[in-house]
């Protein structure tokens, strides 16, 4: 049986945890899409799912080592995905900052960044995300290496990349901030989609009042401010997984 030092275990428990909670909260895509987390101390490897295993399968001791060119460094009958590859290293190469990454498809996600003008300030849910939220052009899937470059080139200081035509990546420097800014996302894209479909004249807000809310919220999410994301809540979340199942840590 593999064995693991204690960061490179720790990281596994968190990742499966992610990937447990995501697919708890209905982001998942059956065998699709997926999450990294750098191993720590390890710079050019991250974890990754195998490819074959529902996200409410995934366990610690199943995620696959992998380096920034595909080769699995974990004994393993599984494959990865190489969309997964192209995604994820172009994240934690451009972003030394970054520990996790989770790359959704959902139907409110998908809505949103197909629509040509992307998120819009009519909520306050959405303001809070417009403040860390980049767009990137669709190209087609991922699977070409060279793909990185513009990935990496559309990341900037971003949380959020809206992939056009395709999907959402949320990222964050703990499990528990990619977590939550990937909820934050689908909250807001959802709140906008319902407000479309109402058919209904929406309140605009003032240019003024957008950008100063967009400011104050660079702020309050930060380190600095009150409510740093995923700081309280992700001790919240894992709470809820263990009285469900606490099988992700095996």
């Known amino acids: 049986m593999a064995t693991w030092n204690d960061g490179e275990w720790q990281a596994r428990i968190d990742l499966a945890a992610l990937y447990r909670l995501v697919d ?8 699709g ?7 720590p101390n390890e710079p050019e490897h991250f974890l990754l799912n195998p ?3 529902l996200w409410e399968e995934i366990t610690a001791s199943i995620l696959l080592k992998v380096d920034h ?5 974990t004994e393993s009958n599984y494959k990865v995905n190489p969309a997964g590859i192209t995604i994820h290293s172009a994240i934690l190469r451009a972003r030394p900052d970054v520990t996790c990454a989770i790359h959704t498809h959902t139907q409110a996600g998908v809505g949103v960044a197909t629509q040509k003008n ?8 959405a303001l809070h995300v417009i403040a860390h939220a980049g767009y990137y052009d669709y190209a087609g899937i991922e699977t070409d290496p060279r793909e990185r470059d513009r990935i990496a080139a559309a990341l900037e200081h971003h949380n959020l990349l809206f992939l056009r035509n395709h999907g959402i990546i949320a990222m964050g420097r703990t499990p528990g901030e990619a977590f939550m800014w990937c909820y934050r996302a689908e909250r807001a894209c959802r709140m906008q ?7 209904v004249d929406t309140v605009a807000l003032p240019d003024e009042l957008i950008e100063e809310t967009i400011e ?6 930060s380190p600095e401010g009150y409510r740093a994301i995923g700081v309280n809540e992700w001790p919240a979340l894992l709470r809820k997984l263990d009285r469900i199942d606490p099988g992700y840590k095996t």
Request: proline share 0%; aromatic share 12%; net charge positive.
């Open 24 to 31: 708890l909260y209905g982001w998942s895509d059956l065998l």
């Open 33 to 39: 899409t997926h999450i990294s987390h750098r191993v």
């Open 51 to 53: 490819y074959g295993f």
């Open 69 to 73: 060119n595909g080769k699995v460094l």
């Open 118 to 125: 992307g998120l819009l300030s009519i909520t306050q849910h």
């Open 193 to 199: 989609l319902a407000i479309q479909q109402a058919h």
């Open 216 to 221: 104050r919220n660079r702020f309050l999410n």
